[in-house]
């Protein structure tokens, strides 16, 4: 029978925290010019699925906390034993950086406005209890109660554990073990945990090892068997934010899609496309509503190895390698400053803290910070730090992480980038991800053209213009303000709303595109074409176009019939 590998994103003391992360680079406009380059940054739970070739699921896990690390305590129903390992906060940085959204509006000028002799420059708009008692795994709950598993990672202890599915009350006993011994989590209500562990799925749970702080958090990654991937939300309501954002990167053989939910389309005149990141969640939310709270939008599907490429970077590899294998007797400095290029990966902080002794009066927050402000390379012995050891450690908990995570994607054929945003009374039905071949890949970078309509009686910033959206949806406004958005327009945020399984492209359940189109039909006349010219032509984009086109046939016509004579 088969299984679904299945853990819980947040559940006890966890909370989710906000990300920050640099803008991709601008692109080239391909001879227009670039109003902005936009990516759409969602502050949201991150998870990696990979079907790996076998069968099997590994599943990597972001874990993001705010409070003391002797709080800390994290738990996950899990099918089974899972294989645990570590993996890196830096992998997800990348991956969401490279898969991002981005709303890309480029700037064409019809015609002359007022003051056109100066060149038009685009705007800018745009937990550990006492650490002195020893704990015993074993203990208590006597036979109700059998460790699976257990031991240590990265920066944490964790622990498997499963009930007697003949014990009174399941959830009550596994919450009191996991409590006496030394896991600060939450007395939940039976009704979160009762349906996975009434279902024999085991408990496993994470707490930081002694002398770790919080800052040591990093993701998890956990083997499963075959199966599908699932994410059980019960268990994430309880400390869900409103609205919070689940952002799942599914790795396997074809496109990935959302099983049991529905998959949207964006109603992408809704997007502020002159400054897409403020409104972006808005309307993915109002469309996730409208499918009953239960909804994913695709957000891109590509190679998977070449997105994965940036999470460990060919330059990295071979720098690693250099410093790998080379002879570092009697050169500590050098190598010091060397491994400063590693400094920001997960668990460097914590490597060098536990080796290097800052200088009188710099604290090791100063030192780690600038290794090379109190290190010149010159130095052949500096106390505590032995250089084999420092490289295998390194290897071991920094490197290896991170390339384990690629190697997921290297594994795979393709990615896809699947977002939605959720309340906790929305949490009703855990989310499963398949895997359907007929559908195609599809770009995260969405491109428009905004077609400025000028006229000798008004200068560019103020001039009426039209965007065709991908859809072929056409909007008109003026000046540099997106004329539509949630607040003030009635049109739904989702243009589709579908159903699609493992074959062909699926089936429409709400299809809004013909009330959106006369939406905005309706916005687009009250919007006034370029002085001197009549309504009826400039309300249509493409009148002008075909008038010159009509006019340049009749010119050929006659031209060839003058020939001719």
């Known amino acids: 029978m088969t299984i679904r590998a299945l853990f819980s994103l947040a559940l006890g003391a966890c909370v989710a925290g906000a990300l920050t992360l640099a803008p991709a680079p601008a692109s080239a406009c391909g001879g227009f010019f670039c109003d902005n380059s936009q990516p759409v940054n969602q502050q949201a739970e991150r998870i990696i699925f990979a079907e790996e070739p076998d069968g099997t699921v590994t599943a990597v896990i972001q874990i993001t906390y705010a409070g003391p690390a002797e709080r800390f305590a994290w738990m996950l129903p899990v099918s089974g034993s899972p294989d645990i390992a570590v993996s890196s906060n830096a992998a997800f940085d990348r991956l969401q950086q490279a898969s991002n959204p981005t709303y890309r509006m480029n700037v064409e000028v019809e015609g002359t406005c007022r003051g056109d002799d100066f060149a038009f420059g685009a705007p800018t708009v745009g937990g550990v209890v006492d650490a002195g008692v020893a704990v015993d ?210 668990g460097m902080r914590e490597l060098l803290g536990a080796t290097l002794t800052p200088p009188p009066g710099v604290t090791e927050e100063q030192l780690l910070a600038c290794l090379f402000c109190y290190f010149n390379g010159s130095e052949a012995d500096i106390e505590g730090f032995e250089p084999t050891a420092c490289l295998d450690a390194m290897e071991e908990n920094v490197i290896d992480p991170i390339v384990d995570t690629k190697a997921l994607f290297d594994r795979t054929t393709i990615q896809t980038r699947l977002y939605t945003t959720m309340s906790a009374d929305e949490m009703t039905m855990d989310p499963v991800f398949d895997f359907n071949a007929d559908l195609g890949s599809y770009s995260n970078d969405h491109v428009v053209t905004r077609t400025i309509e000028c006229s000798p009686d008004v200068n560019q910033f103020d001039a009426p213009w039209r965007v065709e959206l991908e859809s072929g949806d056409v909007v008109r406004g003026t000046g540099q303000t997106w004329p539509l958005s949630l607040d003030n327009s009635d049109m739904p945020a989702a243009a589709r709303i579908s159903r699609v399984g493992t074959t062909g492209t699926g089936e429409v359940t709400v299809d809004n595109t013909a009330s959106i189109a006369a939406s905005l039909d309706a916005h687009n006349d009250t919007i006034p074409g370029p002085a001197g010219t009549d309504g009826f032509c400039a309300a249509s984009p493409n009148a002008g176009a075909a008038g010159f086109g009509a006019l340049g046939l009749a010119m050929l016509a006659l031209v060839f019939r003058r020939r001719r004579a």
Do not use: C, H
Request: net charge negative; aromatic share 8%.
């Open 137 to 346: 795994m074993g203990a208590g709950g006597g036979m109700e109660v059998t460790v699976v598993d257990e031991g240590s990672v990265g920066p944490y202890d964790f622990v498997i554990i499963s009930l007697d599915p003949e014990a009174e009350d399941v959830v009550d006993i596994a919450i009191e073990w996991l409590q006496d011994n030394g896991f600060d989590v939450p007395s939940l209500g039976s009704d979160v945990l009762r349906p996975y562990l009434e279902a024999n799925m085991n408990l496993l749970a994470f707490r930081l090892t002694k002398g770790n702080s919080a800052g040591a958090i990093r993701p998890v990654m956990l083997s499963f068997g075959e199966g599908l991937p699932s994410i059980p939300l019960r268990p994430t309501a309880v400390a869900a934010e409103p609205d919070m954002g689940i952002l799942v990167w599914v790795l396997g053989e074809s496109r990935a899609i959302p099983a049991n939910y529905r998959s949207l389309e964006l109603n992408e005149a809704l997007i502020n496309w002159f400054s897409p990141g403020g409104t972006y969640d808005d309307v993915v939310t109002r469309a996730a509503n409208e499918a009953g709270g239960q909804g994913f939008v695709t957000e891109m599907s590509s190679s998977a190895p070449e997105l994965g490429a940036v999470l460990w970077q060919d330059w990295e590899e071979i720098r690693w390698n250099i410093l790998r294998d080379a002879d570092w007797t009697g050169r500590e400095g050098e190598l010091l400053l060397n491994i400063a290029d590693f400094t920001a990966l997960d």
